[in-house]
């Protein structure tokens, strides 16, 4: 798999037994990355829904994809980096080892959700900041990634 300077995958460990499970997402100590929280937001997709490609000038952002199956593609759109133009793709299943995963700012991200619902949750360093935001069309010519090929 290629990998994007700065983008980590953390591993997460559930604890399950005839109640249920318990799995912690995230740790704010020294292996956070941002040194503020600014927002934890829960977005619900339904399966078929592509949504890409969404960036931020600013904001560095953790996800967390808590049910359903997805494709999740992360491409460095940031020129001064030593991984500009690289494609990461993450597949995140009911069935698979449960991760979240981290990316920086000028990183864009999108998803395509192939079996939902899905229930995503994701925390922010800044609130919500429209003039942050920046967007470009799935099917982008530089980026060049195909959304409807088999997954993993």
Known sequence: METIDGVIIKDLV???????????????NEDFPVSHV???SHSM???GILKA???????????????????????DYRRSSSTF??????HFGEKSQPKAYFFPAGVLHGYKCLK?????FYMTSGIYDLSDEGRLPHDHAEIRYDWGKACP
């Open 14 to 28: 559930t604890h399950q037994d005839e109640r249920g499970f318990f799995r912690e997402m995230l740790r704010m």
């Open 38 to 40: 600014g927002q934890l």
């Open 45 to 47: 997709v339904n399966a």
């Open 53 to 75: 490609w969404h960036y931020h000038h600013k904001q560095s952002q953790w996800n967390y994809v808590a049910c359903g199956d997805v494709m999740v593609a992360l491409y």
């Open 85 to 90: 133009g690289h494609v990461m793709e993450l």
């Open 116 to 120: 939902g619902p899905m229930h995503i």
